[in-house]
């Protein structure tokens, strides 16, 4: 509400916010940053460029940090309730791009820091939040929320008949043929069921072929109740972009349809 | 009715319904004890850990077995009709998750009754039954069953088309390609048309190559077919929940939304 | 309109319509020849079984056959123009399931007749046309055929997206890591945008496993149109269902909506 | 307007349009010498096909060439803004379909070459555009287009969720169980999520096989959303069309069919 804007403000603007040509600029440079420094960690994964290339990538993986530190140090700075900010879902990933860096100097470079040095390709989506993408991506998650209860018994029902299967094809196939445990066949009823099919575990009897065949085409039955699931509730939410937007000038209710003349809530004429 | 409930009834509230905290408590340990149980099962059936716990997942089997036949037994004496719960699917369910361990006294231990013993995981669906998600699980079996006819129309013309393109494949390909007989052969058009593809049979001849190249591109659009009366149904099952079923008294008006209080139409209020 | 039917005519009704009690019968007895006929071509293709049984089954075939020749002769003797009957596409089915049986005494069985008797499987299809699954089988016809050009479309797409991708992979690859020429790279572009799999060609090279990576987000993207089409015009297809079944008073137009209050067509009323 | 029209003006008829027989002809013709000359490169890459055939094929290249390029300059010559065309989408795939040939005059016939002369077969889209199939292309195409941003967020998703996966089972199985660096990794997490499984990389160890089976069914569940995606825009679309826009003059009801005469709420007769 007060015009005069302060430095730390005018910080926060550009560094949370997207509106102005500045915070926009912000947004694409740190984008940048993020798959550039995302594209290191992958190609220091590679023995060959790594043999070739380990100090050019070692300093650059520096760099990134202390630019990563930086905007984290003036992301705490500028906004109203730090702490909020650094416990939030994007403060903890923020914080781990940094982390893994500075403990190599005190652990010997443990492998499993990679996964922690490669969660910050996650920031990109801060960035989308903050985009013109923010309406679609709601309606997608909307869609995604309202479906969670069916896809929860559809997980369900999957792993149950992921339990069955598995241990009937363990009792039919057995360990000769590659079938070596439950957990094992489990694993194969999961890698048919998904239609995947590497071809690792495949069974080697009639009897098992054909208990085979008969899950495949479940399983190529099944994947149409979570699509259908998900279409039916994003054209639902379509939908009710569809509704008309007028509200009743008594009462103020809105969602009415396009061809309603009366609120539906008071009985009021609609324009 | 009445209002003072015997012992027996208060039983039968907490054990088979869900609406009580007792109730509930109960149910949430059921769960607990089924999964624990099928993890046994499942951990039992894994060489390297039957050898080193074998003895404790013996004595944890027979715990499980007398913990179900305990609940068993309390639900035959507090249910009214114990002959109409026994003979329906949930009670023979009930009494296959522990009819094993009692038959391995008798018998020695078949491999088969761990086929057996891992059903007890289908009475999870029990606990679904009673709770909140039993309107979402109502609304996936009536999109279900209202697509039943399409869906056996739709097997049905597989199943002819696997004959077919099997026993194509199999005088194409013939037995020196992998395409032994033509059951065989129609193991492989499953493989292929649902898209699963292990990779254990697959063409070698030119001209089997080019056929099969046909089936997966029918596969992938045959897959369209379920998925589509699927997401028609539950579309519509969703619909007939939004809308009310209520007409209007003055104008006879229908399809008013579930919370509508007056006539879209003449405005009049509604019941 | 007569009341007095013939003997012909009597035949003809059992055969070729399924409304009476012996319709109902000969269809039920039609179908379980029919399955049982294609169980015993099916498993004279297995070695184990031609070797033990052979003679059986030879025997079984004469059997079948004879049955088959027997049902087609009656069907042209009851049905008034036999020639519009012979010539239809059940007609040259049913001629197709008994001519492989007589031609193998002239010539020394080949390999290619089996083909030709299992399309016996056809005749199912003749049934489900007079059952009551003919409305469910209309609407998904009618939803695939008011989709054909948009499949026609989406499939010379995939046609030339094949063409495109194999060549690109071939001239990547090249022929020392198994995309020996065009033709074989464009079964390899199949099996992967199908999401298939089989895993008999794969691709070697860092660029060609990148390209791949593409080809299989392509792939899984594309799927949707299919779909995508097929949910649409089944929900269209539905819909029309709902349309109310009132007629114009004046002048016989059909189709209007459940809430019109005048024809759509002359504006006449509606009751 | 004018009715005397110029030879050239005549030819442009023919050769850009489709409504006079001839342009009819001469697009029928122009399809049946594009797949001629692609099924002629196609086969030129097979080694037995080009020992035996090479020269005929060399001569066919030719003369397809020589057909192509008077193609090319009579479009050039009739056709009123020529720089346009040539530098439009299909001007260029026109002058790709003639150049390889004349270079392989210059150069020694590289292979590369190969995959710029095949990309003739985009010229099959060009008639495409011209025929009653644009209605139905444009149906398509504007449910993918108004599809974009939801598709740009959910590859976005996948490729988030490629990078992290891909990194996870780099640490967790390895160099030595084939998962030799991050990218390579990556290629086998887009491998599984989208179901294609060749199975030349898969997971050795007990958490990656656990690991690997939750990543299909996260695959799996994850095709839903494009697929819902897609169905909803194009019942969308298809709605769009068979509703007119048209409102009643009297009593300003909208949602008319397209084909109704009079309102169907007041009996009016619309324009």
Not at 41 to 68: H, N
Not at 206 to 233: D, F, Q
Not at 260 to 268: D, L, P
């Amino acid at each position: 509400m007060s015009h005069k804007i302060g430095h730390r403000e005018k910080l926060r603007i550009i560094i949370f916010e997207a509106d102005t040509p500045m915070g926009k600029f912000f947004d694409e440079a740190v984008i940048f940053v993020i798959v550039f420094s995302v594209f290191a960690v992958m190609l220091e994964s590679v023995a060959d460029i790594k043999d070739q290339f380990g100090e050019a990538l070692f300093w650059l993986e520096w760099f990134f940090t202390i630019v990563f530190t930086l905007e984290y140090i003036i992301r705490i700075y500028c906004i109203n309730k730090p702490f909020r900010y650094i416990f939030s879902f994007f403060g903890i990933v923020d914080l781990l791009a940094i982390l893994p860096t500075y403990l190599s100097l005190i652990l010997s470079g443990t492998h499993i820091l990679v996964v922690v040095r490669i969660l910050r390709v996650l920031r990109i989506f801060r960035i989308l939040k903050l985009t013109k993408y923010i309406a679609e991506a709601q309606t997608l998650s909307t869609a995604l929320v309202a479906s969670q209860r069916k896809i929860t018994i559809f997980l369900t029902s999957i792993l149950v008949l992921v339990v069955i299967l598995g241990s009937t094809m363990y009792v039919i196939e057995g360990a000769e043929n590659g079938f070596t445990s439950i957990p094992h066949s489990m694993y194969w009823a999961v890698v048919t069921l998904t239609t995947v099919g590497y071809g690792d575990v495949s069974p080697q009897t009639n009897l098992g072929k054909a208990l085979a065949s008969v899950v495949m085409i479940l399983g190529y039955g099944i994947i149409a109740v979570p699509t259908g699931i998900v279409s039916a509730e994003i054209a639902k939410s379509q939908q009710n972009i569809n509704t008309s937007t007028r509200i009743c000038p008594d009462c103020n209710e809105d969602g009415h349809d396009r061809d309603s003349q009366f609120c539906r809530h008071c009985g009021t004429e609609l324009d």
